[in-house]
């Protein structure tokens, strides 16, 4: 998994609690403290060991949990990729742009792990939004998290709503981004 998640998911736990807790969940979970760097590749088993022991100990649900982070996630990925996302467009551009954005990720940074993602404009101000990874889980919060960030990084009131998900038996998660 790209060093980008496993570095805001220690921030972001960091943010919402303290050091010390950090380092209690990295102690319950059994990885090792490790100094997340945003440009290199990290095993799925320590994001997974930490969602899963953060979600023991706090009063949220996974789910969440996972789309609060993609909410604070989406920021860190806009600005780290950047060059491919090309900052003249809206929110709804963008999005209808993701599968050729996330191709052009994957093609430099071998990044072998990264989701299938496609964005279908369904309106004006209102695109599908598909993701299907080949991951053992399927992170469909953290995905609708994402959507929602980024609709607060590009200044836009947009509802985000999950119509398919893997976890309910469909073959992909699907999301609408509309605008209010």
């Known amino acids: 998994m790209h060093g980008i998640i496993h570095k805001t998911l220690k921030e972001y736990v960091i943010a919402k609690t303290d050091e010390e807790t950090w380092g209690a ?5 059994d990885i090792e403290p490790t100094l997340y760097l ?9 994001v997974e060991a930490i969602l899963k022991t953060l979600s023991s100990m706090a009063v949220q649900k996974r789910r969440q949990i996972e789309r609060d982070l993609g909410r604070a996630l989406a920021p860190e990925l806009l600005s780290t990729f950047s060059a491919h996302v090309r900052g003249d467009g809206d929110l709804f551009e963008v999005l209808e742009r993701l599968e050729s954005i996330v191709e052009s990720v994957d093609t430099t940074t071998n990044a072998n792990a990264l989701p299938t993602v496609s ?13 299907c990874t080949h991951r053992e889980r399927c992170y469909c919060g953290l995905a609708q998290g994402i959507l929602e960030g980024m609709a ?5 009131e947009a509802t985000v709503i999950e119509t398919a998900c893997v976890a309910d038996g469909d073959e992909t998660c699907a999301f609408r981004v509309e605008q209010d």
């Open 25 to 29: 969940i990295v102690d319950q979970a």
């Open 38 to 46: 945003p440009v290199s590749s990290y095993d799925d088993a320590e």
């Open 119 to 131: 964005g279908t404009r369904e309106s004006a101000d209102c695109v599908r939004v598909t993701y």
């Open 152 to 156: 607060n990084v590009f200044e836009t």
